[in-house]
């Protein structure tokens, strides 16, 4: 995979209806970690105390949600929780390492499909970066998944639970070579699996999640091209160019500037991984 210097790579958002905001319930500390790091990328957090957190958790969807639990009693940990999955939004967890806080991390990523960055901060700035940028409300995934199921309905338990675990928040890039592995089977196997069943090729499938999370980028952020394709684990601008072309029919900025919902976009994929078989 690439790897891009993001402190070398300061970019400014510029207003884009709706644009993502960031808002989260952190401890001093946190707050003073993560703001080092976001600083040279022009976009900030918005902190505040754990009601008005609460506040805007059951605000529009486009505000991604910063916790750290530490910062949270345990009637607003389980509040939280609870707006989290009522309504689904971006949402990331920082955890200090130590085991009472990942727990809690670990609850909250498990409930809602929040992403969960754990501290040292300073020590994989990229990373943290990329977790803030990167992260898609859990309805997107949700929605490609339930619109794939016919296509998934007779491929084996395992199979199917790798499938909808690629979307996980956290979940790295993969390759059809990782899932095949992960599913417990030869390459070969899950292709002849995949046709057998009707579903899309394993190429298409693994490109969903990273062109999702792209997809969000390119609506809700004015970053260039070339790092939301890194950002997404898509390594060059031309495989973003061909993935959404072959899967949205349309290129990168006709993505960002279109008037289409994300979920028309995301319609017009299912679509086409499903059209592809037929």
Same mark, same amino acid.
């Given at each position: 995979?690439?790897?891009?210097?993001?402190?070398?790579?300061?970019?400014? %958002?510029?207003?884009?209806?709706?644009?993502?905001?960031?808002?989260?319930?952190?401890?001093? @500390?946190?707050?003073?970690?993560?703001?080092?790091?976001?600083?040279?990328?022009?976009?900030?957090?918005? @902190?505040?105390?754990?009601?008005?957190?609460?506040?805007?958790?059951?605000?529009?969807?486009?505000?991604?949600?910063?916790?750290?639990?530490?910062?949270?009693?345990? #009637?607003?940990?389980?509040? @939280?929780?609870?707006? %989290? =999955? *009522?309504?689904?939004?971006?949402?990331?967890?920082?955890?200090?390492?130590?085991?009472?806080?990942?727990?809690? #991390?670990?609850?909250?990523?498990?409930?809602?499909?929040?992403?969960?960055?754990?501290?040292?901060?300073?020590?994989?700035?990229?990373?943290?970066?990329?977790?803030?940028?990167?992260?898609?409300?859990?309805?997107?995934?949700?929605?490609?998944?339930?619109?794939?199921?016919?296509?998934?309905?007779?491929?084996?338990? $395992?199979? *199917?639970?790798? +499938?909808?675990? $690629?979307?996980?928040?956290?979940?790295?890039?993969?390759?059809?070579?990782?899932?095949?592995?992960?599913?417990?089977?030869?390459?070969?196997?899950?292709?002849?699996?995949?046709?057998?069943?009707?579903?899309?090729?394993?190429?298409? +499938?693994?490109?969903?999640?990273?062109?999702?999370?792209?997809?969000?980028?390119? =609506?809700?952020?004015?970053?260039?091209? =070339?790092?939301?394709?890194?950002?997404?684990?898509?390594?060059?601008?031309?495989?973003?160019?061909?993935?959404?072309?072959?899967?949205?029919? %349309?290129?990168?900025?006709?993505?960002? @500037?279109?008037?289409?919902?994300?979920?028309?976009?995301?319609?017009? $994929?299912?679509?086409?991984?499903?059209?592809?078989? =037929?």
């Amino acid at each position: 995979m690439t790897v891009i210097d993001f402190t070398a790579h300061a970019v400014a %958002l510029a207003p884009i209806a709706p644009r993502r905001r960031y808002v989260g319930v952190l401890t001093a @500390t946190t707050a003073q970690s993560v703001r080092r790091v976001i600083a040279p990328f022009g976009f900030a957090i918005e @902190t505040c105390d754990p009601d008005a957190f609460l506040e805007h958790l059951s605000g529009p969807a486009h505000v991604c949600a910063i916790i750290d639990p530490t910062a949270l009693d345990q #009637a607003h940990l389980v509040e @939280t929780v609870a707006r %989290l =999955r *009522r309504m689904p939004r971006p949402a990331v967890v920082c955890a200090p390492s130590f085991t009472e806080s990942i727990q809690d #991390a670990v609850r909250i990523a498990s409930e809602t499909g929040a992403a969960v960055a754990i501290q040292s901060l300073d020590q994989d700035r990229a990373a943290l970066v990329r977790t803030l940028l990167a992260v898609v409300p859990p309805t997107d995934a949700a929605m490609i998944l339930e619109l794939l199921e016919p296509a998934f309905a007779t491929l084996p338990p $395992m199979l *199917r639970k790798c +499938l909808a675990g $690629m979307f996980d928040a956290a979940a790295a890039v993969e390759s059809p070579a990782t899932l095949a592995a992960r599913a417990g089977m030869s390459r070969r196997s899950l292709d002849r699996w995949l046709t057998r069943g009707g579903a899309p090729s394993a190429r298409r +499938l693994v490109a969903m999640p990273p062109l999702l999370r792209a997809l969000r980028l390119l =609506r809700e952020t004015t970053l260039p091209i =070339r790092t939301i394709a890194t950002i997404c684990g898509l390594r060059t601008p031309r495989r973003l160019h061909d993935y959404t072309i072959e899967l949205a029919g %349309l290129t990168p900025n006709e993505i960002r @500037t279109s008037g289409d919902a994300i979920e028309t976009l995301i319609e017009r $994929m299912a679509m086409s991984l499903v059209g592809s078989v =037929r």
